[in-house]
T-cell receptor, first 111, second 111 residues
Framework: EDQVTQSPEALRLQEGESSSLNCSYT??????LFWYRQDPGKGPEFLFT???AGEEKEKERLKATLTKKESFLHITAPKPEDSATYLC????????????FGAGTRLAVHP | KAGVTQTPRYLIKTRGQQVTLSCSPI?????VSWYQQTPGQGLQFLFE???????NKGNFPGRFSGRQFSNSRSEMNVSTLELGDSALYLC??????????FGPGTRLTVL
């Protein structure tokens, strides 16, 4: 069964304290792995897509990496405005545009 | 380009009623997917429409249905509402590189 697991469930950081979020997946055939950011009461906001092991993408303080079994979202020197829930989703082969989401990591960055 | 729009943003219904939610995708996007988000189950795929045809369906009862119009706008319908249908319903349209862009969601409360 296709499955996506994110850890930790929640993370509290001090401003400037770098860390990583993990997304591990077990799928029959990966077409792509997506990272989204979701603020309370809003829809997920697209951050990155990764397609193959070894691929990396960066945007401001965020960097996403992908291996054959997991993806990491590295947050460098976070600011309070980075506080949100970060969602990982996989797009599997043969599923048209169905995404399978992890439960998310709730990140709180304190000044 | 305007983003994905969903109407209404908030809805309160009572058990046994039915509800229709609407989604307008980003201009030029032909695929629309629907997801249900709850605190307990997270984001779960409901169904996907492409060129007015349902291409994939998630594991939800037949009370959940949808359709897509020739202008790519989509609606989803839930009949005989149950308390457990209370959720944030999200619509996403798919653009280049299979990237799904989400709308702000419709918050449905069933009393």
């Amino acid at each position: 069964e296709d499955q996506v697991t994110q850890s930790p469930e929640a993370l509290r950081l001090q401003e400037g304290e770098s860390s990583s979020l993990n997304c591990s997946y077990t799928v029959s055939g990966l077409r792509g792995l997506f990272w989204y950011r979701q603020d309370p009461g809003k829809g997920p906001e697209f951050l990155f897509t990764l397609y193959s092991a070894g691929e990396e993408k960066e945007k401001e303080r965020l960097k996403a990496t992908l291996t054959k079994k997991e993806s990491f979202l590295h947050i460098t020197a976070p600011k309070p405005e980075d506080s949100a829930t970060y969602l990982c989703a996989v797009h599997i082969s043969g599923g048209y545009n169905k995404l399978i989401f992890g439960a998310g990591t709730r990140l709180a960055v304190h000044p | 380009k305007a983003g994905v729009t969903q109407t209404p943003r908030y809805l309160i219904k009572t058990r046994g009623q039915q509800v229709t939610l609407s989604c307008s995708p980003i201009s030029g996007h032909r695929s629309v997917s629907w997801y249900q988000q709850t605190p307990g189950q997270g984001l779960q795929f409901l169904f996907e429409y492409f060129s007015e045809t349902q291409r994939n369906k998630g594991n939800f009862p037949g009370r959940f249905s949808g359709r897509q119009f020739s202008n790519s706008r989509s609606e989803m319908n839930v009949s005989t509402l149950e308390l457990g249908d209370s959720a944030l319903y999200l619509c996403a349209s798919t653009g280049a590189e299979d990237t799904q862009y989400f709308g702000p969601g419709t918050r449905l409360t069933v009393l």
